[in-house]
T-cell receptor, first 115, second 109 residues
């Protein structure tokens, strides 16, 4: 019953460093999402994917890149981290709309601090 | 652009009282989601409202959907401390799922 697993759970980066956040789901979901959560701002969509090999921009894509080479994995990359990217990052997955059981399942979050 | 707005953003309640959280959205849809987040934790699904007039209840929480008004409500009955959390609505039905800013609920004795 792993569900959605995010790696790592915590990370501290220096400005200008790069890193990749990994999201893995074992529910065979088509759709996957990356959000960032900042105090008082709810969840803002960074990028999403509707299937293997596809990605699309969300509300706040600048400074991030993503890849979905395998259906079960969705990677979020920061090429040159900035302090403004300090946040909690959540990955989510769900079935396509139009059927039942389309709610999103979330990972436990990655707390990223850029100093 | 799809927008989801919740109000209030902060809610402090006395135990035993009733209150309603509102969620408005900007485009037509036939479903709406509610999630709960405890401090420092992830989000978990509470309700999926699938059609106009849908009503779902679990314990002291009841959610409803009016697609014509583009409005969903989350009603809290006789609040207890365990309901203290942040509640999010999300949707409408689209690929790029958007969330409201959340309502931080604090239930005081």
């Amino acid at each position: 019953n792993a569900g959605v697993t995010q790696t790592p759970k915590f990370r501290v980066l220096k400005t200008g460093q790069s890193m990749t956040l990994l999201c893995a789901q074992d529910m065979n979901h088509e759709y996957m999402y990356w959000y960032r959560q900042d105090p008082g701002m709810g969840l803002r969509l960074i990028h999403y994917s509707v299937g293997e090999g596809t990605t699309a921009k969300g509300e706040v894509p600048d400074g991030y890149n993503v890849s979905r080479l395998k259906k079960q994995n969705f990677l979020l990359g920061l090429e040159s981290a900035a302090p403004s990217q300090t946040s909690v990052y959540f990955c989510a997955s769900r079935r396509p709309s139009g059927g039942l059981n389309t709610e999103a399942f979330f990972g436990q979050g990655t707390r990223l601090t850029v100093v | 652009e799809l927008k989801v707005e919740q109000n209030p953003l902060f809610l402090s309640m006395q135990e035993g009282k009733n209150y309603t959280i509102y969620c408005n959205y900007s485009t037509t849809s036939d479903r709406l989601y509610w999630y709960r987040q405890d401090p420092g934790k992830s989000l978990e699904s509470l309700f999926v409202l699938l059609s106009n007039g849908a009503v779902k209840q679990e314990g002291r929480l009841m959610a409803s959907l009016d697609t014509k008004a583009r409005l969903s409500t989350l009603h809290i009955t006789a609040a207890v401390h365990d309901l203290s959390a942040t509640y999010f609505c999300a949707g409408p039905l689209s690929v790029d799922m958007r969330f409201g800013a959340g309502t931080r609920l604090t239930v005081k004795p």
